[in-house]
């Protein structure tokens, strides 16, 4: 008989969804217990996108996380878009009155960690062999391995915070689940370098050789990225190459001041859009790149994570304070409402800026005639900076 414990969440993973979930219940005094199968090292370790839309940030300050965020985090008022030989910047303090900032998930992961283990509550690292029984009961468990010890997990609720491969979405009833999902023909190669970044700000390019997008992590860090192909190889990309192709894709006037270096890390990642509906199912709910995924043009993945995380909270807490059920039972279509958007938002921003058709064709010059309208028009601004920094939740 497996050693059995008991709380009110069980949550599967320990990335910002699980983690940030803990926290917020905490603090409305509802206990939880994270069952991650990796080791600490490895999920503080992991480079992952660092732009945080407003609201994520009002969250993390109503988390009680913020305060390195806010000593280390970049606050962005813009973006710009180079292409044609252009460089239009959308001034977000200006169209919208917000601002984004700039602070790498792994640091996000790092603080969050930090909070829980300064007393919330357990992490169980490299939980092995999670499975999820009873969904369609009041008294779900989560059965999983430590070392040689089998255990079991009595919960009023369970929480699939496991990313995308993780176990809760497979858990789901699949007669009841559709999946909506577009792959999208390239990749993009990522690089990390402690060299200062090139401009104040990001700097997303639409070249004629494929997309490129500065970003970075700190005034002394900087973090950019070339579309390629799905067949390439990271070690057909020594750091030099990676440097020169940067240089052609990001070169147009006036040319941004690159400062090279050695990476520290490297790699591809593919493109993918993909949703998962419902997010709910009897007592197992899903939160961030377990139900949903976007590609990274936007950076949208963390801040969605965010957005499911503050309505699942919030509708635990009723339950918990005022025995009220509406707000667990309308997750999902709330959570997706926002999703679809943020979908939308990433999905358009991918197509937009990637090279996608040939240059002669009726889709490259698709793509030309929006980035001229977006460059002459504050109405087309107003809709990529409202989408960029966040819509409200
Ligand atoms: N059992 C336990 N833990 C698991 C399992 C499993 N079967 N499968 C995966 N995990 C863990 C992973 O090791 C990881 O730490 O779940 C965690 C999921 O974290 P993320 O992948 O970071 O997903 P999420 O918390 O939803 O964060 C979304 O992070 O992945 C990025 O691009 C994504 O920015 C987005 C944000
Ligand atoms: C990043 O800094 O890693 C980053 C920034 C913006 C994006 C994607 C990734 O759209």
């Not at 969904?135 to 391995?145: Q, T």
């Amino acid at each position: 008989m497996a050693m059995q414990e008991r709380t009110q969440v069980g949550i599967i993973g320990a990335g910002p969804a699980g983690l940030l979930l803990a926290r917020l219940l905490k603090l409305h005094g509802v206990e939880s217990v994270i069952l991650e199968a990796r080791t600490r090292d490895y999920v503080e370790a992991r480079v992952r996108a660092g732009v945080l839309e407003q609201g994520t940030v009002e969250l993390l300050e109503e988390a009680g996380v913020a305060d390195r965020l806010h000593r280390d985090g970049l606050v962005h008022d813009g973006v710009e878009i180079a292409a044609g030989g252009r460089r239009l910047r959308i001034d977000f303090r200006d169209l919208v009155g917000k601002t984004v900032t700039v602070y790498g998930q792994t640091e996000v992961t790092r603080d969050l960690i930090a909070a829980r283990l300064a007393g919330d509550g357990p992490i169980v690292w490299e939980a092995a062999d999670v499975t999820i029984h009873d969904i369609d009961g009041d008294r779900p468990r989560l059965r999983y391995r430590a070392g040689d010890a089998e255990r079991e997990l009595a919960c009023d609720f369970v929480a699939g915070c496991d990313g995308f491969h993780g176990a809760s979405r497979p858990s789901l009833p699949a007669s009841l689940v559709r999946t909506f999902e577009r792959t999208y023909p390239f990749g993009w190669l990522g690089i990390l370098a402690d060299v200062p970044p090139c401009s104040d700000e990001l700097i997303y390019a639409s070249h004629p050789r494929g997309f490129a997008l500065a970003s970075m992590r700190s005034p002394t860090r900087s973090r950019y990225y070339i579309q390629c192909s799905l067949d390439e190889k990271i070690e057909e990309w020594p750091d030099a190459r990676i440097w020169d192709e940067l240089a052609l894709r990001l070169g147009s006037e006036p040319a941004p001041d690159i400062t090279t270096g050695p990476s520290i890390e490297k790699s591809i990642a593919p493109l993918r859009s993909f949703v998962a509906t419902p997010m709910q199912h009897g007592r197992l709910f899903l939160a961030g790149d377990a139900a949903h995924i976007v590609p990274p043009t936007g950076a949208k993945g963390l801040n969605l994570a965010a957005s499911d995380v503050h309505y699942l909270c919030r509708a635990f807490v009723a339950h918990y304070t005022r025995g009220n059920d509406d707000l667990l039972h309308a997750y999902s279509e709330t959570a997706l409402a926002r999703v679809w958007k943020a979908e939308r938002f990433s999905w358009w921003m991918t197509m937009l800026l990637h090279r996608l058709h040939p240059e002669a064709s009726f889709e490259a010059q698709m793509q030309r005639a929006e980035l001229d309208y977006l460059a002459s028009s504050r109405a087309a601004q107003t809709v990529l900076a409202e989408n960029y920094v966040g819509l409200p939740f």
